[in-house]
Antibody, heavy 120, light 110 residues
Framework: QVQLQESGPGLVKPSQTLSLTCTVS??????????WSWIRQHPGEGLEWIGY???????YYNPALKSRVIISVDTSKNQFSLKLNSLTVADTAVYYC????????????WGQGIPVTVSP | QSALTQPGSVSGSPGQSITISCTGS?????????VSWYQQHPGKAPKLMIY???KRPSGVSNRFSGSKSGNTASLTISGLQAEDEADYYC??????????FGGGTKLTVL
């Protein structure tokens, strides 16, 4: 049974770069049947899609974040990662990784989420 | 891209049916049959309830159903139960190959 687990720092400073990793167990990121996504949720607010990646490295990003985001995949470690630069306090959120289907990219399986606070 | 529009809250009594709407545009909901719905309980990760407008993942109760007309999608929950009380989010694939979420709807079971 596939599981996803986010890892990374819980506290980062403004202007720094956030680096998060999602480790996939029980399945393979090299599966051509799925995309791999990052989604975040600001405190008390709704969901915001960040972007997704295919195992080939093809990426799709939220236009509002595109200039600050890089999503990558490491098939040898069965992981995919998120880098978000030029952080501000507005990037404080719970960050989720998700396994997403093809076509309409539904997020069929989510990680538990990792809270990230951006503070001086 | 603009967020999809959902009502802030809906409520219903146990056993009743409720419907949550999700309005977008011809660039998202109206363009494809690629609308998904998610349920989120407090402090938990979201859970996929409906995808491709009407399809239910394995294990999701058939009390949950989805539909779409034009640029508006809907989630209907029939036979409302206490455990259905949660936040619900719609999302849609867009003509730019991106995803957009709705603002979320809080369902209260009276």
């Amino acid at each position: 049974q596939v599981q996803l687990q986010e890892s990374g720092p819980g506290l980062v400073k403004p202007s720094q770069t956030l680096s998060l990793t999602c480790t996939v167990s029980g399945g393979s990121v090299s599966s051509g049947a799925y995309y791999w996504s990052w989604i975040r949720q600001h405190p008390g607010e709704g969901l915001e899609w960040i972007g997704y990646i295919y195992y080939t490295g093809s990426t799709y990003y939220n236009p509002a974040l595109k200039s600050r985001v890089i999503i990558s995949v490491d098939t040898s470690k069965n992981q995919f990662s998120l880098k978000l630069n030029s952080l501000t306090v507005a990037d404080t959120a719970v960050y989720y990784c998700a396994k997403t289907g093809l076509g309409g990219v539904p997020a069929v399986l989510w990680g538990q989420g990792i809270p990230v606070t951006v503070s001086p | 891209q603009s967020a999809l529009t959902q009502p802030g809250s809906v409520s219903g009594s146990p056993g009743q049916s409720i419907t949550i709407s999700c309005t977008g545009s011809s660039n998202d909901i109206g363009a494809y049959n690629y609308v998904s719905w998610y349920q989120q309980h407090p402090g938990k990760a979201p859970k996929l309830m409906i995808y491709d407008v009407t399809k239910r993942p394995s294990g999701v109760s058939n009390r949950f159903s989805g539909s779409k007309s034009g640029n508006t999608a809907s989630l209907t929950i029939s036979g409302l139960q206490a455990e259905d009380e949660a936040d619900y989010y719609c999302s849609s694939y867009t003509t730019s190959s991106t995803l957009v979420f709705g603002g979320g709807t809080k369902l209260t079971v009276l």
